[in-house]
């Protein structure tokens, strides 16, 4: 059995709605739609778009009003969800969620970007750094 899992960066939830999101998202007929940079939090969205038809919804979407976030859709309901990576700052824009299932785990990642200047580049690292456990956990878990 195929699973069809599928990857976007919005730039924009309620934006891209405004643009045919949902009626492409209904089309997929995908098992998994991972959402990053939605910069929206659920409660400010329509039914539909908070809670599309056929999916669990699982959102983390970043404590700043309009800005980062990740969502993730999902036809089956996971085995288990998990917000974040533990790293408290990070974890406050909403950069990833971790979703398990029977055989397989998906991670909605939106890493964090150093900024032309440099400025976020030990954000960034911190937040790579954190991501390998994370990752590794994850690996470790489904031995």
């Not at 709605?17 to 007929?29: D, I």
């Not at 937040?127 to 456990?133: G, R």
Request: charge should be positive.
């Amino acid at each position: 059995m195929k699973t069809k899992l599928l990857s976007w960066n919005v730039n924009g939830l309620r934006s891209c709605a405004r643009h045919g999101f949902l009626n492409w998202f209904a089309g997929q007929q995908a098992d998994v739609i991972a959402v990053q940079e939605i910069k929206a939090r659920p409660e400010q969205l329509e039914p539909d778009l908070k809670n599309p038809n056929g999916y669990h919804a699982f959102w983390n979407p970043a404590e700043k009003a309009g800005y980062s976030g990740v969502a993730l859709f999902c036809k089956s309901e996971p085995l288990s969800v998990e917000l974040g990576i533990g790293l408290d700052k990070l974890d406050q824009e909403g950069r990833v969620i971790t979703a398990e299932f029977a055989n397989f785990i998906v991670v909605n990642s939106y890493f964090p970007n150093s900024q032309r200047d440099h400025s976020r580049l030990p954000d960034k690292l911190a937040f790579c750094q954190a991501y390998q456990k994370h990752i590794t956990h994850w690996q470790n878990k489904g031995k």
